[in-house]
């Protein structure tokens, strides 16, 4: 890789991050020249950052507006999640049938790190632990690995990076406590005991409380648009 598309990639994954862990709202507008101050680059780099964004759905373009981030919506994540269950409980069925030693060490040391860092941002910054984020969607790969089909993976990957924006408002809003590190060991531990049905539940289980806790929030019905 060239010193130019390293560039690109790093402005892309920091354009990626910012809006993943709400340090860009949905529907804040993204001005090319504030961008190019907020990662200190060229033209070129942030234009090719926001065309890939808004090929994987995470920006939108207006005409004669410009770039914004995606807007959020009830619909939006109910339907999302509806086809996430299904999907990813596929795959995850299919990593439990074919998943051998390796698969339960990957799993196993997924969770391992997921449970090492704390869900919201020591400073407190737009709430959301950008490591947590990463260690969440390590293990949630982690139980799909062994599915052997590229093709379901690749779907399953890009319903999971549309939700990854609803979790993160989700870690932000107020609400009741939710034990992460126990409903993640308990999909584990369930997986690895080759036990799916109960691991398709409390995957299920898992994905549709995420949806509950934003459908309770003020702020995100604010986002609702």
Excluded at 57 to 81: I, M, P, R, Y
Excluded at 108 to 117: F, I, K, M, N, Q
Aim: proline share 2%; charged share 30%; glycine share 6%.
């Amino acid at each position: 890789m060239n010193e130019q598309s390293t560039l690109n990639a790093t402005v892309f994954g920091l354009l990626r991050e910012d809006i993943l862990t709400g340090r860009l709202r949905p529907g804040e507008r993204l001005r090319a020249e504030t961008l190019r101050q907020r990662y200190d680059v060229g033209g070129s780099p942030v234009r090719e950052a926001l065309m890939r964004l808004e090929s994987e759905g995470f920006v939108s373009l207006e005409q004669n507006k410009g770039f914004k981030v995606s807007g959020v919506s009830l619909a939006d994540l109910e339907d999302l999640t509806r086809t996430r269950i299904e999907i990813e409980n596929i795959a995850l069925r299919w990593s439990i049938a074919k998943g051998g030693v390796e698969w339960e060490a990957l799993l196993v040391g997924a969770l391992h790190r997921l449970s090492s860092v704390p869900k919201r941002a020591s400073d407190g910054e737009a709430g959301r632990n950008s490591d947590w984020l990463r260690y969440h969607r390590e293990f949630h790969s982690a139980l799909v690995a062994a599915c052997d089909s590229p093709t379901l993976s690749s779907i399953r990957d890009r319903l999971f990076d549309q939700a990854e924006r609803y979790v993160s408002l989700a870690i932000a809003s107020q609400g009741e406590f939710r034990d992460d590190v126990s409903e993640h060991a308990a999909l584990m531990n369930a997986a690895i005991s080759r036990d799916a049905e109960t691991a398709l539940r409390l995957n299920r289980a898992h994905i549709e409380r995420t949806t509950e806790k934003l459908k309770k929030t003020s702020d995100f019905k604010m986002m609702d648009v």
